[in-house]
């Protein structure tokens, strides 16, 4: 551990919660983390290549991630036109709909698969109309990417929303005063200045979608191949007692999370970078 | 109010927000009213869209957050209701449904308690001192919001399951942790780690060190400083931490489903039991449960914006 103490403040205690900190986050996060890895270690790299290689695997990490990625894309271009909304115009409800933008956030994960799934099967609200134009959603993947877009949504409305309200207003009318026409000044002026914001969004709901399980699993229909999440074969892998399995699938998910983290420090750097150039 | 005041808050809040997969910190709406477009010079029409272009936007925004976020949470109670008040009724008061709601609170009382102390303390650490590592320090307490939470129960698995790092002590000395209330409230705990100490650490940083170390020079002790300086400056900030940690601990479904082992009546917890009863076709029953986690849902956003302008004004003297 690299925390080397430099204090300045000449508060009392500093030496009891750093050491009272660290005990407590070495027992809870980063032991069971690191039992993660030593169980990994017992596979030789044979064994964890043909894990992580075999067909089932491999489509499951296909399905978790190809729909995910999706699905951000569908909450980057719908969370973006929301926090336009919200920001930018009055309407009667805005500040209701503001709110339940965090209904996904809130809501447990199982309830919403729940939901989902009872809105979506044959005889849901939403599923008998649909199933009528011969449109199958729940026990599908189009089931599992409805989820995914509901989890996902409030990261990209609520990364994006403080950028665009604290945006210079000043800029746009020096645009529009320079004769820019309106989606002149929408797509080179206010949008690129999003960009930071945007791609954060997008990274924290891919990440999200990746490892959910509550809310897709019962949506799914959970077939081999076809409509299994990794995070589903894990738990399947883990009732088999194939643990070695399970670790591996689990490490390279890990994996791709913290390199997801790492883009996304790195996009707020970047921003950071940017603001001040005001 | 200056521009420049505005540009610095945003930077903040993007700290806020940066390396975590749980946005603690949301908007409060009061500060949408200010952004409003203040007067300008420009016409009108140069600085928003035409009419048609706004009506499509708001259009899409409302119909796509109707059908997707609000109509599941309608059919939660439309379903919970669908045999009528009786059946509802019915289905919570069964044993079952009673157990559940029990193991529920208390392993959210465990995992909240647990988490609060280390988050206060944490805070503590981080806000008021300098060292170097700060920044991983951070990243390290964020770690359990961007693992999956299965993988989040499965850690456990490893270190406590039969085949696990300590499975044969634990076996030998009859110890449960696994499929025992034990290993549910530890996945819980892990999960809602960062919760109340992500909530404090902008807090704390924003609010300094001056009002502390103004007591300890007029000799109060560190407690007496931390109860009587420290604690009445971040009681709007800790609720809030508490509350969504809360939120999270008893919803908590993928992390307690990988090491509860289902036992039912025993170590099912009211998301699992949600799971079961639908898998089992019993829709009454099953959608009775989730309208109490959905209500909790509910109820902890309501708080939850109130807590926010709570917290914007008492920022607000330190903003200016």
């Given at each position: 551990?690299?925390?080397?103490?430099?204090?300045?403040?000449?508060?009392?205690?500093?030496g009891?919660?750093?050491?009272?900190?660290?005990t407590?986050?070495?027992?809870?996060?980063?032991?069971?983390?690191?039992?993660?890895?030593?169980?990994?270690?017992?596979?030789?790299?044979?064994?964890?290549?043909?894990?992580?290689?075999?067909?089932?695997?491999?489509?499951?990490?296909?399905?978790?991630?190809?729909?995910?990625?999706?699905?951000?894309?569908?909450?980057?271009?719908?969370?973006?036109?929301?926090?336009?909304?919200?920001?930018?115009?009055?309407?009667?409800?805005?500040?209701?709909?503001?709110?339940?933008?965090?209904?996904?956030?809130?809501?447990?994960?199982?309830?919403?698969?729940?939901?989902?799934?009872?809105?979506?099967?044959?005889?849901?609200?939403?599923?008998?109309?649909?199933?009528?134009?011969?449109?199958?959603?729940?026990?599908?993947?189009?089931?599992?990417?409805?989820?995914?877009?509901?989890?996902g949504?409030?990261?990209?409305?609520?990364?994006?929303?403080?950028?665009?309200?604290?945006?210079?207003?000043?800029?746009?009318?020096?645009?529009?005063?320079?004769?820019?026409?309106?989606w002149?000044?929408?797509?080179?002026?206010?949008?690129?200045?999003l960009?930071?914001?945007?791609?954060?969004?997008?990274?924290?709901?891919?990440?999200?979608?990746?490892?959910?399980?509550?809310?897709v699993?019962?949506?799914?229909?959970?077939?081999?191949n076809?409509?299994?999440?990794?995070?589903?074969?894990?738990?399947?892998?883990?009732?088999?007692?194939?643990?070695a399995?399970?670790?591996?699938?689990?490490?390279?998910?890990?994996?791709?999370?913290?390199?997801?983290?790492?883009?996304v420090?790195?996009?707020?750097?970047?921003?950071?970078?940017?603001i001040?150039?005001? | 109010?200056?521009?420049?005041?505005?540009?610095?808050?945003?930077?903040?809040?993007?700290?806020?927000?940066?390396?975590?997969?749980?946005?603690?910190v949301?908007?409060?709406?009061?500060?949408?009213?200010?952004?409003?477009?203040?007067?300008?010079?420009?016409?009108?029409?140069?600085?928003?869209?035409?009419?048609?272009?706004?009506?499509?936007?708001?259009?899409?925004?409302?119909?796509?957050?109707?059908?997707?976020?609000?109509?599941?949470?309608?059919?939660?109670?439309?379903?919970?209701?669908?045999?009528?008040?009786?059946?509802?009724?019915?289905?919570?008061?069964?044993?079952?449904?009673?157990?559940?709601?029990?193991l529920?609170?208390?392993?959210a009382?465990?995992?909240?308690?647990?988490n609060?102390?280390?988050?206060?303390?944490?805070?503590?650490?981080?806000?008021?001192?300098?060292?170097?590592g700060?920044?991983?320090?951070?990243?390290?307490?964020?770690?359990p919001?961007?693992?999956?939470?299965?993988?989040?129960?499965?850690?456990?698995?490893?270190?406590f399951?039969?085949?696990?790092?300590?499975?044969?002590?634990?076996?030998?000395?009859?110890?449960h942790?696994?499929?025992?209330?034990?290993?549910?409230?530890l996945?819980?705990?892990?999960?809602?780690?960062?919760?109340?100490?992500?909530?404090?650490?902008p807090?704390?940083?924003?609010?300094?060190?001056?009002?502390?170390e103004?007591?300890?020079s007029?000799?109060?002790?560190?407690?007496?400083?931390?109860?009587?300086?420290?604690?009445?400056?971040?009681?709007?900030?800790?609720?809030?931490?508490?509350l969504?940690?809360?939120?999270?601990?008893?919803?908590?479904?993928?992390?307690?489903?990988?090491?509860?082992g289902?036992?039912?009546?025993?170590?099912?917890?009211?998301?699992?039991?949600?799971?079961?009863?639908?898998?089992?076709?019993?829709?009454?029953?099953?959608?009775?449960?989730?309208?109490?986690?959905?209500?909790l849902a509910?109820?902890?956003?309501?708080?939850?914006?109130?807590?926010?302008?709570?917290?914007?004004?008492?920022?607000?003297?330190?903003?200016?």
């Amino acid at each position: 551990m690299s925390i080397a103490v430099a204090r300045r403040s000449s508060l009392p205690g500093f030496g009891l919660t750093m050491g009272l900190t660290l005990t407590w986050l070495s027992i809870i996060i980063l032991l069971p983390l690191a039992g993660l890895f030593l169980k990994t270690f017992e596979l030789s790299l044979d064994q964890f290549w043909g894990i992580i290689t075999s067909r089932r695997t491999l489509n499951a990490l296909k399905i978790s991630f190809g729909l995910s990625f999706l699905a951000a894309l569908v909450n980057l271009v719908m969370g973006t036109i929301i926090v336009w909304a919200l920001v930018r115009y009055r309407f009667p409800g805005r500040r209701l709909f503001d709110a339940i933008v965090d209904i996904p956030f809130a809501l447990p994960t199982a309830v919403a698969g729940v939901a989902l799934t009872q809105l979506f099967a044959q005889k849901g609200w939403l599923g008998a109309p649909l199933a009528e134009l011969g449109i199958k959603v729940a026990f599908t993947p189009i089931g599992i990417f409805i989820a995914m877009v509901f989890i996902g949504i409030p990261f990209v409305v609520r990364t994006v929303q403080p950028v665009l309200i604290d945006l210079d207003v000043e800029i746009e009318e020096a645009a529009a005063s320079l004769g820019a026409n309106r989606w002149h000044t929408v797509f080179r002026v206010i949008l690129p200045s999003l960009i930071p914001a945007l791609l954060t969004g997008f990274a924290l709901a891919f990440a999200r979608a990746v490892g959910e399980y509550g809310s897709v699993i019962f949506i799914a229909g959970n077939l081999p191949n076809v409509s299994e999440i990794a995070p589903l074969l894990i738990v399947i892998r883990l009732s088999e007692f194939r643990y070695a399995d399970a670790t591996a699938i689990a490490v390279v998910m890990l994996l791709a999370s913290f390199l997801i983290i790492f883009a996304v420090n790195r996009l707020q750097r970047w921003a950071q970078t940017r603001i001040p150039a005001h | 109010m200056s521009t420049q005041s505005s540009v610095v808050t945003s930077a903040t809040e993007l700290r806020a927000y940066a390396p975590t997969a749980d946005l603690t910190v949301s908007p409060p709406p009061s500060r949408i009213e200010r952004a409003r477009p203040r007067t300008g010079t420009s016409p009108d029409n140069l600085r928003t869209e035409p009419g048609p272009v706004r009506f499509i936007i708001i259009t899409l925004a409302v119909t796509f957050l109707s059908v997707f976020v609000v109509l599941p949470l309608v059919v939660v109670f439309a379903s919970a209701f669908s045999k009528g008040i009786g059946a509802y009724l019915a289905a919570l008061g069964e044993p079952e449904a009673l157990a559940a709601i029990k193991l529920t609170l208390l392993v959210a009382a465990i995992s909240v308690t647990l988490n609060l102390v280390f988050g206060v303390i944490a805070a503590w650490a981080i806000a008021k001192f300098d060292f170097t590592g700060k920044t991983f320090l951070i990243t390290l307490i964020d770690l359990p919001f961007s693992v999956s939470p299965v993988i989040s129960g499965l850690v456990f698995v490893l270190l406590f399951g039969a085949q696990g790092f300590f499975g044969t002590w634990l076996q030998a000395h009859d110890i449960h942790i696994l499929f025992a209330v034990p290993g549910i409230a530890l996945a819980t705990i892990f999960v809602t780690f960062p919760f109340v100490a992500r909530a404090l650490i902008p807090l704390m940083q924003e609010q300094g060190t001056q009002e502390e170390e103004a007591a300890i020079s007029l000799g109060a002790s560190g407690l007496q400083t931390f109860f009587r300086v420290t604690l009445p400056n971040i009681k709007w900030g800790l609720l809030y931490g508490v509350l969504l940690c809360n939120a999270r601990a008893m919803g908590e479904f993928g992390a307690v489903s990988v090491v509860s082992g289902h036992i039912r009546g025993e170590t099912n917890t009211m998301p699992l039991l949600v799971e079961i009863l639908y898998n089992e076709y019993q829709f009454v029953a099953s959608f009775a449960i989730a309208s109490l986690l959905a209500m909790l849902a509910l109820i902890t956003l309501v708080v939850k914006t109130v807590l926010e302008r709570r917290l914007d004004e008492g920022q607000e003297p330190r903003d200016h």
